[in-house]
């Protein structure tokens, strides 16, 4: 018996342990269109490379990638521009701030975002991603989402990306924030470069897109299925380094030292994380504790990575 048939034994009985602590959390308000979704949603998906797939839980809710699209549009930047260009215009620090202060681009020179994985960040990286206009851009990152995860059905939710378009006050003012600074040029336009970040937040997934997603990561930027490399592995490098550093948020000190694996996590109560080498894992838990993350989700893969001795660290 592998060591996933080991975990399948056990997984419906440490998800529902888990699942308790979704009590503790509240679902995203500030985007009203998350607040439909069930508070005590809990599910998780683990992929092999060769193909095996355990699962558990809520794995058939669909929920939107939010901040977990800006670990694979950073992916996508780096392809198109390469480290040098990408790395004038963001930096490569954890902020110690929540993901939608701007309190770091007015007091620290040169007011560039700290990372590409806060909202400032990922707006500036959405106004890198090339394309012949915002709507071509967009279709860029669906397109490549779809390759990553396999799933060519992959789609904009289009009700939470009106909902969160309606809503984005802070998002505004970061982006504008950022134009007036000379982050972003004369030529990037504000509303349009917001519709692309907009998009690419609200594409739809359910875990087990998540979960290969992760495993490309994983698996070293090769997709294991078809021996393709998707991804050069600098750049997953580069992007496995971020989500140690920055992936939770304010709280990725905590979840490295609690869990040890790169995790990138997302309003909707999304947590994507992998275990290099071995695994692909896709987490939702909608209910979030105040740093922004699944409360039941970080239980869940604490526990896991705990018994299983997954920590890098």
């Known amino acids: 018996m592998n060591e996933l048939d080991q975990i399948q034994d056990w997984l419906t009985e440490v998800v529902d342990i888990s699942r308790v602590f979704a009590s503790q959390g509240e679902v995203a308000a500030y985007i009203p269109e998350l607040l439909k979704a069930p508070h005590d949603t809990l599910g998780i998906c683990i992929i092999?490379?060769?193909?095996?797939?355990?699962s558990a839980g809520d794995v058939d809710f669909e929920l939107t990638l939010q901040s977990i699209s800006k670990v694979f549009t950073l992916i996508?930047?780096?392809?198109?521009?390469?480290?040098?260009?990408?790395?004038?215009?963001?930096?490569?620090?954890?902020?110690?701030?929540?993901?939608?202060?701007?309190?770091k681009l007015e007091l620290v020179e040169p007011g560039i975002p700290f990372n590409p994985l806060i909202n400032a960040g990922a707006i500036v990286i959405s106004a890198l991603i090339?394309?012949?206009?915002?709507?071509?851009?967009?279709?860029?990152?669906?397109?490549?989402?779809?390759?990553?995860?396999?799933?060519?059905?992959?789609e904009v939710d289009?009700?939470?990306?009106?909902?969160?378009?309606?809503?984005?006050?802070?998002?505004?003012?970061?982006?504008y924030f950022l134009k007036d600074n000379g982050v972003l040029t004369d030529q990037d336009d504000v509303e349009e470069i917001l519709e692309i970040y907009f998009r690419h937040c609200s594409i739809k997934v359910t875990c087990s897109d998540m979960a290969r997603m992760a495993l490309v990561l994983a698996n070293e930027g090769v997709d294991p299925a078809s021996g393709e490399s998707l991804i050069p592995r600098r750049?997953?490098?580069?992007?496995?380094?971020?989500?140690?550093?920055?992936?939770?948020?304010?709280?990725?000190?905590?979840?490295?030292?609690?869990?040890?694996?790169?995790?990138?996590?997302?309003?909707?109560?999304?947590?994507?994380?992998?275990?290099?080498?071995?695994?692909?894992?896709?987490?939702?838990?909608?209910?979030?504790?105040?740093?922004?993350?699944?409360?039941?989700?970080?239980?869940?893969?604490?526990?896991?990575?705990?018994?299983?001795?997954?920590?890098?660290?």
């Not at 790169?262 to 080498?277: H, N, W």
């Not at 209910?287 to 018994?307: D, M, P, Q, T, W």
């Open 235 to 313: 750049y997953v490098q580069i992007a496995k380094t971020f989500m140690i550093t920055c992936g939770m948020y304010n709280a990725s000190g905590e979840f490295a030292i609690g869990v040890g694996l790169p995790a990138k996590s997302g309003v909707s109560g999304g947590i994507l994380t992998l275990v290099p080498g071995k695994y692909g894992i896709g987490i939702v838990g909608p209910a979030l504790n105040s740093k922004g993350n699944s409360v039941a989700g970080v239980h869940l893969i604490e526990l896991l990575s705990r018994r299983q001795k997954w920590s890098m660290f």
């Open 76 to 103: 996508l930047a780096l392809m198109d521009l390469g480290e040098a260009h990408v790395f004038s215009k963001v930096g490569k620090e954890p902020t110690g701030d929540d993901f939608n202060s701007m309190l």
């Open 130 to 154: 090339q394309g012949q206009s915002p709507q071509h851009k967009s279709e860029r990152i669906l397109n490549f989402f779809r390759l990553i995860s396999g799933n060519a059905t992959l």
């Open 158 to 175: 289009e009700e939470v990306f009106m909902s969160e378009a309606a809503h984005a006050h802070r998002n505004r003012s970061l982006a």
């Open 48 to 54: 092999s490379p060769d193909g095996q797939t355990i």
